[in-house]
C-alpha cells in the first residue's frame, strides 16, 4: 500500500472517531417528564372556582420544552383539568401563559390529561406537582400518584412540586417506609401565605403543618409570596406561584445530575 493511500485511510478513521464522539449518547439525550395537575375544582363556601395555578405549569412547561424534555400531562383521574379562576387575573399572568391560553394545542392537552394509574413510571425521568389549592384535595390520597413517584425516584429519577404541589410529597414513601421528605429540605405554601391569600379555612388541611408532621425540614422565603425554591439530592421544591421559574431551573439543575437519596 503506497504512502498516500495510508495517509488517506488514517485521515478516514479520525475522522469517523471525531464523529462517533461528537455525536450524543442516548444516555445523554433529554428524555421525558411526567407533569402532574389536580382535577378538582370546587371550594367548600366560596363561589369562584380552583384548579391548577397556570403559570405554576407554563412557567416549568417553557423550561422543560426549551431544555429538550418530552413532557406529558397527567392528574388523579384524568381528563379535564381546570383552571383556578384567580391564577388567570392580571396580577399573575404573563405573555407566555396568555400565549399558551390561545394555543388550541396545548389547551386540548390540558382537557385530556391522562389518569395516574395508566401511566408507566419506567418511561420518566422526572414528576412534578403543579400547584393551586385543587391540589389539597386530590393529591395527597391519591394511591395512583403515589405509586407513580415513587416508582420515579426509586429508579433515579427527580421528584419535584411548587406551591400547593407538595400536597403529592405527603404520603411518599421510601424503599424503608419512612416518609420520602422526612429530614429533607422542603418548601412549599406556608400556613402565614395560606392566611393572607383569604382561604385557610376553605383548605382541608395546612400544607406547612402536614409537611413538617412528616419529618420535613420546612424552609421559606423571608417575607411571603417571595420566590423561593430547594434543591436536596433528587428532591426539588419550590414555596409560592412567584417561585415556578426558580423551580424549574431548580428541576432543569436536578435533572443534568440525576444526584443519589
Known sequence: MSLFKKLVLIAMSLTMMQ?????????????????????HDRYPSRQDKTGLW?????????????????VDFVSPQGGAVPLDERSQGWLYMDVEARAHLQDPTFMALLHASKAAAEVDPAAYRAIFYTGGHGTMWDFRDSAALKRTAEAIYRQGGVVASVCHGAAGLINLQAEDGTPLIAGRRITGFSNLEETLSGVKDQ??????????????????????????ALIDGRIVTGQN???????AQALLSALSRQESP
Not at 29 to 39: D, E, F, I, S
Open 19 to 39: 464523529t462517533a464522539s461528537a455525536a450524543p449518547s442516548a444516555a445523554s439525550r433529554p428524555g421525558k417528564v411526567l407533569v402532574v395537575m389536580t382535577n
Open 203 to 228: 383548605v382541608p388541611y395546612s400544607l406547612q403543618t402536614e409537611l413538617e408532621a412528616k419529618g420535613a425540614r420546612y424552609e421559606k422565603s423571608l417575607l411571603p409570596f417571595g420566590s423561593f
Open 54 to 70: 397556570l403559570t405554576e405549569l407554563t412557567h416549568v412547561y417553557d423550561a422543560l420544552k426549551g431544555a429538550g424534555f418530552e
Open 241 to 247: 406561584p412567584g417561585s415556578s421559574k426558580a423551580v
